[in-house]
């Protein structure tokens, strides 16, 4: 019987549920695998990920902060995760590394019932990193939405945002806003926000990234990146706004879909979702 090798790489990954999920595809499609998850020091990155070979691996997970860093290592990149500088999902195959994004696609597929709310609609994105980056690029693509406020502590890195967003975005219109401003957005009305910060996550749960006196009755959809389910913010968002949304079905989904482009192999969403977070 044919046997699969995956690993996942990432920096204090130890918490990661993708093993998980592979554990349950595995049994699920009656197949011979195993995930390893490999904790590896930022400063190690190079030469440690170039030791992994594909008599090693079939395919690979990449999470933080090693996304944009495996670019430069690959020698094809498809063209979702070059539009948005991020790899999550390495394929290995006749001696080549296929890098792709399978972020966007989990991320889309909890939100395919609301596209009636969400279509040319208006978004609020706290977070200006890999995952927001991400958000922004499918809410574009696969819902038509063009009009983003984003919320970021660093300007710097929010400006750089936008700039490589505004390449890919045909017209786009984005509004970046600091902590001290974000008294602005308060008594905005948005169809979606996206929290792509680790506050409420699992080491902040109580944390938010939203301005204290921001009213969560404006929002049609809330949608957290974050999937422990201690999360303050899911649990608000759960009695005053139409959907609320943790990352759990985003996590499960741009596995599967992973598992697909590794080994050709559909496997079914409710299966996975409901044995891994019991819900
Ligand atoms: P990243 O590239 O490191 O970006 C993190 C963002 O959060 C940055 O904008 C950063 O702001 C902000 N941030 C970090 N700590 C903060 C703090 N204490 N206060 C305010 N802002 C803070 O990470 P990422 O890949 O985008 O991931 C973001 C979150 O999404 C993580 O919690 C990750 O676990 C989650 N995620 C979930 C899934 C899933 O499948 N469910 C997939 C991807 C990511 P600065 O720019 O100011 O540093």
């Not at 008599?55 to 094809?76: C, H, N, R, W």
């Not at 597929?109 to 890999?130: D, E, R, V, Y």
């Not at 927001?132 to 939405?145: F, G, Q, R």
């Not at 970046?176 to 080491?203: H, M, S, Y």
Request: with cysteine; aromatic share 12%.
């Amino acid at each position: 019987m044919e046997r699969f090798r995956f690993a996942l790489i990432g920096h204090n990954v130890t918490y990661s549920r993708s093993a998980d999920i592979f554990e349950r595809i595995f049994s699920l499609k009656n197949i011979n695998g195993s995930c390893e998850i490999i904790n590896i020091d930022p400063d190690g990155f190079v030469d440690r990920f170039r030791s992994i070979t594909e008599e090693q691996v079939d395919g690979m997970s990449v999470t933080i902060p090693f996304k944009k860093a495996v670019m430069a290592y690959l020698d094809e990149i498809d063209p979702i995760a070059q539009a948005i500088e991020a790899v999550n999902s390495i394929r290995y195959t006749k001696g080549k590394k296929l890098g792709y994004n399978t972020d966007c696609f989990g991320f889309s597929k909890p939100l395919h019932p609301h596209a009636n709310i969400l279509k040319h609609g208006k978004a609020l994105i706290f977070g200006a990193g890999g995952a927001a980056k991400a958000v922004v690029y499918t809410l574009y693509t696969d819902y038509e939405i063009k009009d983003f406020v984003i919320l970021n502590r660093n300007m710097d890195k929010m400006r750089k945002f936008k700039e490589s967003l505004s390449e890919k975005i045909d017209g786009m219109h984005m509004t970046l806003c600091k902590r001290e401003d974000e008294g602005q957005i308060v008594n905005d009305r948005f169809d979606i926000a996206v929290n792509c910060t680790p506050l409420g996550g699992w080491n902040k749960p109580d944390l938010s990234p939203f301005p204290d006196s921001f009213d969560f009755n404006n929002l049609k959809i809330y949608y957290d990146l974050n999937y422990n389910t201690n999360n303050q913010l899911v649990k608000t968002a759960k009695t005053k706004t139409q959907v609320a949304l943790d990352g759990s079905a985003m996590l499960v989904a741009q596995a599967i879909r992973s598992f697909y482009l590794w080994t050709g192999i559909q496997v079914n969403f409710d299966n996975v979702y409901s044995h891994v977070f019991g819900y």
